[in-house]
């Protein structure tokens, strides 16, 4: 079964860091383009980052550029988000997420982690 | 980046119903077009991709159409488990990828 596990996310105040982690399995993880995507509470869904099979390219969404950074070790299957000067705004679940493969279709997401970021 | 617009943003059907949902581009994205679902306390899930094709599992009931900048979702027969928000999302020019609002079928 293809499962993403998320894990990382608490409480936080501004400016502060939180790294975030997923742990992949029932797939072969060094494949796959990943993705993070994040929902504010009652809201829609933003795309935060990708970050290609073998890492050679990585994108970001112009709100975290500069504060995010995103990873993956295909070794141990797993995806990684480091958040560094978190603002209000950025309190929200963080899902990890696999695209199909041909294309950036979100075919397989993990159950989120929540982050709030408040003083 | 390209904006993508739902519409409307509440639907209000009953059970057996024809439930119809529009997702607008701001420019072509050819058929590089998602649908997903989401429940609360959920994760969205992926019905549609390439415009047309359900992903597996998805019941026959859903179905999407459209290319360039009008798509749309159609749940032939609405059942109870079908309340939900439905996200279209583009991903011709990427990054970003890019969601619509969502319309929630109530």
């Known amino acids: 079964e293809v499962q993403l596990v998320e894990s990382g996310g608490g409480l936080v105040r501004p400016g502060g860091s939180l790294r975030l982690s997923c742990a992949a399995s029932?797939?072969?993880?060094?494949?796959?383009?990943m993705h993070w995507v994040r929902q504010a509470p009652g809201k829609g869904l933003e795309w935060v980052s990708a970050?290609?099979?073998?890492?050679?390219?990585?994108y970001y969404a112009d709100s975290v550029q500069g504060r995010f950074t995103v990873s993956r070790d295909n070794a141990k299957k797993s995806l990684y988000l480091q958040m560094n000067s978190l603002r209000v705004e950025d309190t929200a679940v963080y899902f990890c997420?696999?695209?199909?493969?041909?294309?950036?279709?979100?075919?397989?997401w993990g159950q989120g982690t929540l982050v709030t970021v408040s003083s | 980046e390209i904006v993508m617009t739902q519409s409307p943003a509440t639907l209000s059907v009953s059970p057996g119903e024809r439930a119809t949902l529009s997702c607008r581009a701001s420019?072509?994205?050819?058929?590089?077009l998602a649908w997903y679902q989401q429940k609360p306390g959920q994760a969205p899930r992926l019905l549609i991709y390439?415009?047309?094709s359900r992903a597996t599992g998805v019941p026959a009931r859903f179905s999407g159409s459209g290319s360039g900048t009008e798509f749309t979702l159609t749940i032939s027969s609405l059942q109870s488990e079908d309340f939900a928000i439905y996200y279209c999302?583009?991903?011709?020019?990427?990054?970003?990828?890019?969601f619509g609002g969502g319309t929630k079928v109530e």
């Open positions: 997420v696999r695209d199909r493969y041909f294309d950036a279709s979100l075919t397989t």
């Open positions: 970050i290609i099979d073998t890492s050679t390219y990585i």
């Open positions: 029932g797939f072969t993880f060094s494949t796959y383009t």
């Open positions: 420019q072509s994205v050819t058929t590089n």
């Open positions: 999302q583009q991903y011709n020019n990427w990054p970003p990828l890019t």
């Open positions: 390439g415009a047309s």
